[in-house]
């Protein structure tokens, strides 16, 4: 089942929406199947599901699985030299879990009849951890939790429903800090639970590089264990590289904000700052293997004159080329054939 994805404009023959926008043309045919598929109306054509795939491809709509059973499904908890009962505690006894002991200075050691614990000889980092989970586990599917994460009840559901559509490759949840937030919450916190790196935002768009999510962390991810596996000689942005890895296959990697986890965040500036240091240093290796998906800035003539202006002169030169840049814009869209006022 389809629904319109946020902030899609349907014109007379065009849909125009999407993470990055874009702007799509279809017959009087076309338009009459994307509006019935657009209302929720289920279609066994093989038109309406080619169409069907082109707008969730596009980011113009959203696909919203059926209720069907549940998939069994095995939860791989890489660990080290950290106390991971919190984390098994929140995960249940639902499904099985394996444990794996990425070379802990003490050995992790649990009695729970659920729960397999996998030690490896030497720390190899959390990509060959998780690696080694997907190769213990018996399910085609594999939910990896860090150990600093804390599930709720039924969360897996949502998620394991996405993969009754064959392309989907991965799914993640919205991953929020667990540090307390609110009036009486300290600096530190309210940084945090609004600004926190894992926490993708609240809208279930496209992911892929160049939207809005490029990413999903492996915080919190369900994998389909034949699709997926970790670039073990990365310690950081081992996630990324498996995403956009799979969306360059052609796999569809699913946010699903519906869902959320909490992800506990460093108690001080200073290990906010070395956490944020370690993510930043994943942008060199990401960028020689994936040149195209890692853009650091995209900007013509007139929106960098805009940007220009608008850091360094007077109000209204920066107000006359901005207004120049969205002129020149709506301009491009409305003989495209867009509206007025959304163009």
Known sequence: MLRPARGLVAGDGL?????????????????????SLLAGEPSDSDAARVLGRRLVDAGLARSYPPATGRPPVTVVV?????????????????????????GSRVPVSLERPHVTVLRLARSTGPAAARNAGLDA???????C?????????????PLLAHFADPVVAAVAPRVRPLAPAGPRATVLARYLAGRSPLDLGPDDVVVRPG????????AAIVLRRDAARFDERLRVGED???????????RTVRYEPSVSVAHREPDSWAGVLRRRHAYGRSAGPLAARHPQALTHLQAGPLRLGAAVAAAGAPPAVATVVAAGVTAATTRRLRAAGLPRRPA
């Open 15 to 35: 849909l125009f929406g999407g993470a990055p926008p874009r702007l799509l043309r279809l017959t009087a045919g076309g338009s009459a199947v994307a509006r």
């Open 78 to 102: 890489p660990v080290r030299d950290r106390d991971v009962s919190g984390c098994l505690d929140a995960l249940g006894d639902r499904d099985p879990v394996v444990v794996v002991d990425d």
């Open 137 to 143: 586990a018996a399910t085609d599917l594999v939910a």
């Open 145 to 157: 939790v860090d150990s600093d994460v804390e599930v709720t009840a039924g969360w897996l559901d």
């Open 211 to 218: 939207s809005s999510v490029a990413y999903v962390p492996s």
């Open 240 to 250: 990324v590289d498996l995403v956009w890895r799979l969306v360059a296959a052609g």
